[in-house]
């Protein structure tokens, strides 16, 4: 049975013919399977951006989906290709933890790929993770293309820390294309969030949704993802506000 369709993220962009030549070779593999864009503006070689999109997506496909994952700085390294099989979906990509959102699942199942002494040691894309792919849509075993891998590279979210005052210390994860801080926090029951902003804490209050917010306010909101972010209406809260990938976000509890 094949696939329901192969999705592809990449830090490739559009622009130099890379991401046309895996489609070249999975429509030449797998013709019948439907191929869907992703994204293929992931930073160049960032596997936690690439990670934290991931998390977003792969689930929401249907059952039997092959996502393909290539953010590989370390690509003709010693480090593995490899396939996973993980709730009903298979994913294809370097061992780099970009992966992980699938690898945490409880039924997740690794193999390392061969690869094939042809293929070109830059351009693994191409010649190692499309060939699996579409082998995997046309309906191969996730075993049939590898030998099991017990320890494959797992990137975790950091977790936030609670303070002796009660308050919960995070970090921002990463920035939207919006300019929105995505934090690896939960808001809950929480009166004010502060942020670092050019050195110095910034008090902002939290609202339901985007047009809560005077225009160009800073304010926190939980996003569709369930976590919390910082946002600026009609307007970029990483740039007004100086936040970068890593900076602390609080959250606090005002006890009346």
Same mark, same amino acid.
């Given at each position: 049975?094949?696939?329901?369709?192969?999705?592809?993220?990449?830090?490739?962009?559009?622009?130099?013919?890379?991401?046309?030549?895996?489609?070249?070779?999975?429509?030449?593999?797998?013709?019948?399977?439907?191929?869907?864009?992703?994204?293929?503006?992931?930073?160049?070689?960032?596997?936690?951006?690439?990670?934290?999109?991931?998390?977003?997506?792969?689930?929401?496909?249907?059952?039997?989906?092959?996502?393909?994952?290539?953010?590989?700085?370390?690509?003709?390294?010693?480090?593995?290709?490899?396939?996973?099989?993980?709730?009903?979906?298979?994913?294809?990509?370097?061992?780099?933890?970009?992966?992980?959102?699938?690898?945490?699942?409880?039924?997740?199942?690794?193999?390392?790929?061969?690869?094939?002494?042809?293929?070109?040691?830059?351009?693994?894309? *191409?010649? #190692?993770?499309?060939? !699996?792919? %579409? $082998?995997?849509?046309?309906?191969?075993? &996730?075993?049939?293309?590898?030998?099991? =891998?017990?320890?494959?590279?797992?990137?975790?979210?950091?977790?936030?820390?609670?303070?002796?005052?009660?308050?919960?210390?995070?970090?921002?994860?990463?920035?939207?294309?919006?300019?929105?801080?995505?934090?690896?926090?939960?808001?809950?029951?929480?009166?004010?969030?502060?942020?670092?902003?050019?050195?110095?804490?910034?008090?902002? *209050?939290? #609202?339901?949704?985007? !047009?809560? %917010? $005077?225009?160009?306010?800073?304010?926190? &909101?939980?996003?569709?993802?369930?976590? =919390?972010?910082?946002?600026?209406?009609?307007?970029?809260?990483?740039?007004?506000?100086?936040?970068?990938?890593?900076?602390?976000?609080?959250?606090?509890?005002?006890?009346?």
């Amino acid at each position: 049975m094949t696939a329901p369709a192969i999705t592809l993220l990449t830090d490739f962009g559009t622009a130099d013919g890379y991401v046309a030549e895996m489609k070249g070779v999975l429509l030449c593999a797998a013709p019948h399977v439907p191929l869907l864009d992703m994204s293929h503006d992931v930073p160049a070689h960032d596997v936690e951006f690439a990670r934290l999109t991931l998390a977003r997506y792969w689930r929401r496909y249907p059952a039997g989906t092959v996502h393909i994952v290539v953010v590989d700085p370390g690509v003709g390294s010693e480090r593995e290709a490899i396939a996973v099989g993980s709730g009903g979906h298979y994913l294809v990509g370097p061992d780099n933890g970009v992966l992980s959102p699938a690898l945490f699942a409880m039924d997740a199942h690794a193999v390392a790929l061969p690869v094939n002494p042809n293929a070109s040691p830059t351009f693994h894309g *191409r010649d #190692v993770f499309a060939p !699996a792919a %579409a $082998a995997l849509a046309r309906g191969a075993g &996730l075993y049939d293309l590898g030998q099991p =891998l017990l320890e494959p590279v797992r990137r975790r979210t950091p977790q936030p820390a609670r303070r002796s005052d009660g308050a919960i210390d995070g970090e921002v994860l990463t920035i939207d294309r919006f300019g929105n801080a995505l934090t690896n926090l939960l808001a809950r029951d929480v009166d004010t969030v502060t942020v670092q902003s050019g050195g110095m804490p910034k008090l902002l *209050r939290i #609202v339901r949704t985007y !047009a809560d %917010a $005077a225009p160009h306010e800073a304010v926190a &909101l939980v996003g569709s993802s369930g976590f =919390l972010e910082i946002a600026v209406r009609d307007g970029h809260a990483a740039n007004l506000l100086g936040i970068r990938r890593g900076h602390r976000v609080t959250l606090t509890q005002i006890h009346r």
